[in-house]
């Protein structure tokens, strides 16, 4: 995923060529690598992505030999462009890039020298980072707790910490029971499943395909979310957009849960603006054997059965299609060349959306739009 | 709560707040209009006869009070609003005499939430919050860590001090901008029909429900320019007000003098000024409904997701409306909008007129068939999908923008009173 062309939709990138030789300067000097920061941040289980990558642009202005403002920015510019390039989804973590700069531009300097001021905002970065994940939570699971009604069904997708939050906090006082989804391919809807029933909280594990089927069941859905984008919209854990379809199709009201740090300054259109998509999301198989260097030109049926071949742990459901009555019924995985062609995230509409909690008070999508613009107009 | 411990020292003004808490649970005043004109009128006295040392001993003395109002009649949800209104005007004037030093001298009155005013806030959280970076002050958060370290700085002391001495000098300006606010309330009706004649066209059908006083002036302001035809839903069994209702029984007996059908009312009441006017009955708003052009619906409460609550039967003729995509009008003051998100009556009425009025309308005052339970319910709730425009004494808003409109109304820290 790494290798595939960087497509972030931010204005802010340098073109290509600068942005290397930039790079490489940086290296040749020893200086500060932004990715290893980042990933450092990460090790620690509760910094999500976006403080992360505030925290690795923190680590970048202490190091930073910058003598002004302008020289600043552009460093965590670059820094934050370097970052995007460097992680195989960077949604999220723009989200934090964005605002850590915008605050970094607009912060007013109060000390006549300039390292005082660098100093400053190393201080207050760290004092939001190490802050504000939790405090934002719990703000999201006070303003969320008076829309969950006693003996509620709630459906959610996969694993999302302010969700967690937010169930474990209504279990407290109310009686509530949950529907989780598998959330294939990574299956993360296991471990929120694993968290909820230690909770004491009546818990149904649900595969990605059922969500129809058990909507009518459902009083409302919560989701997570990745980032929230202009519209009102919602990058999410691939599977969101169809529960919400469905979801609005059965008429349940449908709330999405994110932090202020994961509002994204980007309008997608359609699934296909995200910047984790890319060619090789879901192509046509034909197009997949023209492109494959192994098997150039193959048909698609010999490259599915190359595909199983070269992966026997991994018997593939393709099996059946040529010879149903097979009699060895191994369990049916994708195998890992097919789950690579699938994408990690979707886009969900904002007309599916009834409301999103964030620590900032209760927003209708539109309300969105209005917050991303107050932070982000001059 | 005993009214031993509300601090209102005046005689005078503790005999009135009792006075229009037992009126509102008595619903002998009755109607989101009524209720918030009432309710400014007593807090004016309140602050007129409150003595008051700081401005949280105001703010909480006017939340006190209009606690006990919202919690003698839960229903009139524009009762909470002009509280909250009251103390958001308290919060402005003394911000206005005291500069950017609030009550506790550590944080700036303008910043949105709660949130901000803990001490571990970080002028980054702050300037997420305030969502615009323009506002923010960097100097801030440090000032609230050495305020938190050493109780309060020197310098913030003798502010908060002389902030202090300015307090009583604001009462006049309060007065005055209470005053405003009943100014407000009594135009509200003109307000909303300003524009009246640009929302509807000649020879438009137009469907109403209910008398709402709000509608009636707007449709009375635009038939002066345009003629149109109004369908008005007769309204059964919602016959009167309760406030009516408690005029028009002076029998002791409990005896009902007089009925009256809302729609009836509003339709003699619109024919008399010239419009053509047609009444029907409520069940058959869905078959006309291809012929109207326009739903105008007045509302009981706006919420903050821009649904609300309106008299029975506007979720039908909206329904109805929808049907047929045709556009539906709310016409509303904005002291009807309620910054509540409705969370536990979705799909229930919230309140319940007289069954009798149902028992009526089966014989002539008749008897109630056997076995038979015979509820009222008195509103809808109106989803804000149904709706297209709200329109407002402060112009035409979508349902989608309440939420703003409500954050700009009133402090996030009154939403609870």
Request: hydrophobic residues 40%.
């Amino acid at each position: 995923m790494s290798t595939s062309p960087s497509r972030v939709t931010s204005s802010i990138k340098p073109s290509k060529s600068t942005l290397e030789g930039a790079i490489d300067g940086a290296h040749e000097s020893g200086a500060f690598d932004i990715i290893s920061a980042y990933g450092r941040q990460l090790q620690n289980e509760d910094t999500p992505m976006p403080i992360a990558a505030v925290l690795a642009l923190t680590e970048l202005i202490a190091n930073s030999r910058a003598e002004t403002m302008y020289e600043l920015v552009e460093a965590l510019k670059l820094g934050a462009a370097t970052l995007k390039r460097g992680t195989p989804n960077p949604i999220s973590l723009t989200a934090g890039c964005d605002l850590f700069i915008r605050y970094v531009t607009t912060a007013r300097q109060e000390s006549p020298s300039f390292s005082d001021h660098k100093n400053h905002l190393v201080r207050e970065g760290n004092l939001y980072a190490h802050n504000l994940a939790s405090t934002c939570r719990e703000q999201i699971t006070k303003l969320s707790a008076g829309f969950i009604p006693d003996e509620a069904v709630i459906l959610t997708h996969s694993y999302s910490r302010v969700v967690i939050q937010t169930l474990i906090h209504a279990h407290k006082r109310k009686r509530i029971s949950v529907f989780v989804t598998e959330a294939r391919p990574l299956g993360l809807g296991v471990k929120a499943h694993e968290i909820l029933v230690q909770a004491g909280i009546p818990c149904t594990l649900v595969l990605d395909s059922a969500v129809a089927y058990i909507m009518d069941k459902i009083d409302l859905v919560l989701v997570g979310s990745e980032a929230v984008v202009e519209s009102g919209g919602l990058i999410n854990a691939v599977g969101s957009y169809q529960m919400a379809i469905i979801a609005k199709a059965a008429n349940k009201p449908l709330y999405a849960l994110a932090e202020s740090y994961k509002f994204l300054r980007s309008f997608p259109l359609s699934q296909y603006d995200l910047p984790s998509h890319s060619p090789n999301v879901l192509r046509v198989p034909t197009q997949h054997a023209s492109k494959s260097s192994t098997s150039a030109s193959r048909n698609s049926t010999s490259s599915i059965k190359s595909a199983r071949s070269s992966n026997r742990c991994h018997p593939m459901g393709s099996r059946t299609m040529g010879n149903k009555s097979s009699a060895s019924y191994i369990p049916l995985t994708m195998t890992v060349d097919q789950l690579a062609n699938n994408p990690e995230v979707d886009y969900t509409r904002p007309d599916l959306i009834t409301l999103v909690f964030s620590d900032v008070g209760i927003l209708t999508p539109s309300g969105v739009s209005q917050f991303l613009v107050g932070i982000f107009a001059d | 709560m005993p009214a031993s411990t509300i601090e209102v020292k005046d005689k005078a003004s503790q005999r009135a707040v009792d006075v229009v808490v037992a009126k509102l649970r008595r619903r002998q005043i009755f109607g989101s209009h009524e209720t918030a004109l009432e309710t400014v009128l007593l807090l004016r006295q309140v602050v007129a006869a409150a003595k008051f040392n700081t401005i949280d001993q105001l703010l909480d003395m006017v939340r006190r009070v209009g606690r006990r109002l919202v919690e003698a009649q839960p229903r009139e949800q524009s009762v909470g609003n002009i509280v909250r209104k009251v103390l958001k005007l308290i919060r402005d004037e003394y911000a206005a005499v005291a500069g950017p030093i609030s009550q506790s001298g550590t944080s700036t009155p303008q910043l949105p939430t709660g949130l901000s005013r803990q001490p571990w806030a970080s002028s980054v959280a702050n300037f997420v919050l305030l969502g615009h970076p323009r506002h923010q002050g960097s100097s801030l958060s440090l000032a609230e860590r050495s305020g938190n370290s050493t109780p309060v700085s020197v310098e913030g002391q003798l502010l908060a001090d002389e902030s202090n001495r300015k307090v009583s000098s604001i009462k006049p300006a309060l007065i005055d901008a209470i005053q405003e606010v009943i100014d407000e309330l009594e135009t509200v009706y003109e307000s909303v029909a300003r524009n009246a004649r640009d929302h509807i066209h000649s020879d438009d059908i137009v469907l109403t429900i209910g008398k709402s006083r709000t509608v009636e002036s707007f449709l009375k302001a635009a038939a002066r320019d345009r003629k149109f035809i109004v369908i008005v839903a007769e309204t059964a069994p919602s016959y009167v007000f309760f406030s009516d209702f408690f005029r028009c029984t002076p029998d002791p007996l409990g005896k009902i003098v007089t009925f009256r059908y809302l729609g009836r009312e509003m339709a003699s009441s619109l024919s008399s000024a010239g419009i053509s006017t047609v009444l029907v009955p409520d069940s058959c708003l869905y078959a006309l409904m291809s012929r109207v052009n326009k739903v105008i619906i007045g509302a009981h409460a706006v919420m903050a997701n821009g649904g609300m609550f309106a008299i029975a039967g506007s979720l039908v003729a909206a329904s109805a409306a929808r049907a047929h995509s045709t556009p539906v009008i709310v016409c509303t003051g904005q002291f009807k909008l309620t910054p509540l998100w409705n969370l536990h009556y979705q799909y229930a009425s919230v309140d319940v007129g007289d069954p009798e009025r149902v028992l009526s309308s089966v014989g002539d005052g008749g008897d109630a068939p056997e076995g038979v339970d015979i509820i009222n319910p008195w509103f809808d709730y109106v989803k804000p999908e149904l709706v297209d425009v709200l329109i407002t004494n402060y112009g035409d808003h979508p349902p989608a923008y309440v939420y703003r409109l409500v954050k700009e109304t009133y402090d996030d820290e009154d939403i609870e009173i």
